[in-house]
């Protein structure tokens, strides 16, 4: 039994070195509010909720011999938001510091008085928004 | 009484800490230098230059500073504001409308995005909710320019069975409607054209014009709807533009065909009528008239 739980752990640590994430960039939230999820999906839970203009650290994660990735789930990067690490769509994200609504019109947005879980539900209607840009003439 | 001192003397170095955190050095330099009373003594060390430029650095500061203060204050123009309204709109009836739900991808945003690179609209944004209600079939809200916002039943689309093109067809009329203005002149209350745009800096904000504005997303949304004149004009530009393209056309005919099918059938969707008044109508717009000879 002891030779089990040893021969556990040690795979264990061992499957753990092998992923190797690094910082790659700093990009930043684009729309009015949007979560972080702590799964590559939209309807994954949403670890916490941020708003325009909020930096974020690209992580680029390396599992064993594999290349280098920033990609998962072909859209969703992996992301460091303060304390949370988690995940952002990459269409969400600007690598300029964007122009935001709630910045240019901060005493206008503020006699709205919008509540948390209106912030959570403005957030969740970017994630489940379905978006097309038509193409260029 | 020590202790009284103490804190009353930190309170008071704090406030005049926190007053005179936020200005530039050149700010408090001209606080504490009274330029007037050294005139004299400026002149004959030919430092009176100096002294006007530091001046005139300091107004422009202030000036800028009163111009950021005053931005601060700004109310959104027409090209800024109705995504923002349409989205609070959705934000605060997330209940109602239930767009919160999980849903397969039905490939909708693809079929609109080609629909309208074939009717001519490119580099436009589109973004589609849909919503799991009968209560709010289809409509296209007001938006800022080059964005249009969709909302769409998936109960509705699933009880017609609709196709994807027919899908991309229903939502091309909700958008030629909006582009019409039928909707924001609904919404936008006589004072409005006056507001957007505007600065309510030292004024009271015109809180009472924004809460009837999203009064009225509902009451066009769930009840009023459109009028026959605002359905006969829609329907009858679509009928010119999908001429053109006789796919297009028949699905348009079908779709409604189908529509009308429903509103008389289904009594979950007998209030169809009243927001879009009639499928049964539109049907004999579009039909050629019968020459008699």
Known sequence: ?137 | MKNLILILSLLLSSSVLSQTKDKTLEEKEGELVDFKSIQEVLKEDELSQEVKKKVSRIQTIKKKRKREDLDRYKIPGNNEIWSFLSELWLVKSASVLKWDFQKPDYGIEDSLKALMEEMGYYEVDLKIILVNTPVLTHMALPSNKGEYIFVLSVPFIRTLDLSKLEIAVLLYEDFTRIKKGYFQNFVAPASFGSIVGSNFKGKPFPDQVFKSVLKKYDDIVFDRGFTFQQQFETTKELNRLFKANMKLWTVYFGMLKKIDDLVKTNLLYNNYTKIFPSPELQLNWLKPKKEVL
């Open chain 1, 1 to 137: 039994m002891r030779k089990i739980l040893l021969f556990a752990l040690i795979f264990i640590s061992t499957a753990e070195a092998k992923m190797v994430k690094k910082v790659e960039r700093v990009m930043y939230y684009k729309y009015m509010f949007g979560h972080l999820h702590q799964n590559p999906s939209k309807y994954s839970t949403s670890l916490t909720t941020i708003s325009c203009g909020h930096p974020l650290k690209i992580y680029s994660v390396r599992t064993g011999s594999e290349k280098p990735r920033t990609l998962f789930n072909k859209e969703w990067n992996f992301v460091k938001a303060g304390p949370y690490e988690g995940y952002i769509r990459d269409e969400q994200l600007s690598s300029r510091k964007p122009e935001c609504f709630q910045d240019k019109y901060p005493k206008f947005v503020d006699q709205f008085e919008m509540e948390i879980s209106d912030m959570y539900n403005w957030g969740r209607l970017y994630d489940l928004y379905l978006y097309k840009r038509t193409r260029v003439r």
